[in-house]
């Protein structure tokens, strides 16, 4: 059964950077859509970065369009999101999902409807 995990959370500083990462095992990503969601305190989650099975449709809602980049590795199993410029309203739980509903490895849907998905890193934005 595929299961994955992040890591890379931690406290930064704004304007810096953090890179997260998610592993996947019991099976192939290269199948299906990935993306990530975050929850910040007192707010409801969003969906923020998408990627299709290829790589080459890829999404970021407005909030973070520009400042962070989702990535994946299909040959080792992995996909990332590259966060730059980092704010302190980016503060919040971040889960990294993978859709394996049938027919949506082509395209990007909201990560939040995503069926598989781990159990969250913590990302601080602070001074």
């Known amino acids: 059964q595929l299961q994955v995990a992040e890591s890379g959370g931690g406290l930064v500083q704004p304007g810096g950077s953090l890179t997260l990462s998610c592993a996947a095992s019991?099976?192939?990503?290269?199948?299906?859509?990935v993306g990530w969601y975050r929850q910040a305190p007192g707010k409801e989650r969003e969906g923020i970065s998408c990627?299709?099975?290829?790589?080459?449709?890829?999404t970021h809602v407005p909030s973070v369009k520009g400042r962070f980049k989702i990535s994946r590795r299909n040959f080792d199993n992995k996909f990332y999101l590259q966060m730059d410029n980092l704010k302190p309203e980016d503060t919040g739980v971040y889960v990294c999902?993978?859709?394996?509903?049938?027919?949506?490895?082509?395209?990007?849907?909201?990560?939040?409807?995503?069926?598989?998905r781990g159990q969250g890193t913590q990302v601080t934005v602070s001074s």
């Open positions: 990627s299709s099975s290829d790589g080459m449709a890829t």
């Open positions: 019991g099976g192939s990503l290269a199948e299906y859509s």
């Open positions: 999902a993978v859709d394996v509903r049938p027919g949506t490895a082509s395209h990007c849907s909201d990560p939040i409807e995503f069926d598989v």
